[in-house]
């Protein structure tokens, strides 16, 4: 059988295909892209052609088709959405640490300062 042959896959499956690359050209991919991604999709449910003997059924996993529907589901944009808002929420605490970081740093400064100034002053009390 020639590479790229659809002779070992059921009616049920060439249906399964042509149906899933109908739904990816009305999103606007290349017919041969869809075609592609279509029996990719198949072949990732089914294991394959199922043609080749009768009591071979195994479970599909539709684990696939699902991804894709969310992908460009009418969620999407509310889930990419949700992301971004924690992306956000994640720089957020960044920048909050960074500014922590450098209080606690301007309070070593000074601390630093009030102990060179407090020695100073003891040395001047005894000199005089």
């Not at 790229?4 to 999103?27: L, T």
Request: net charge positive; charged share 50%; no cysteine.
């Amino acid at each position: 059988m020639a590479r790229g042959s659809k002779d070992s896959y059921s009616g049920k499956q060439k249906r399964k295909a042509a149906h899933i690359a109908e739904g990816y050209q009305k999103r606007g991919t290349s017919k041969k892209e869809a075609k592609r991604r279509a029996w990719a999709t198949v072949n990732s449910e089914d294991g394959g052609g199922e043609k080749s003997g009768s009591g071979r059924g195994k479970k599909s996993n539709k684990k696939a088709s699902k991804k894709g529907g969310r992908i460009g589901g009418k969620k999407a944009g509310k889930k990419r959405a949700k992301k971004a808002g924690k992306k956000k929420a994640g720089k957020k605490k960044a920048a909050k640490r960074s500014t922590k970081k450098r209080s606690t740093k301007k309070r070593a400064t000074k601390k630093r300062a009030t102990k060179k100034r407090a020695t100073k002053k003891r040395a001047t009390k005894k000199r005089s």
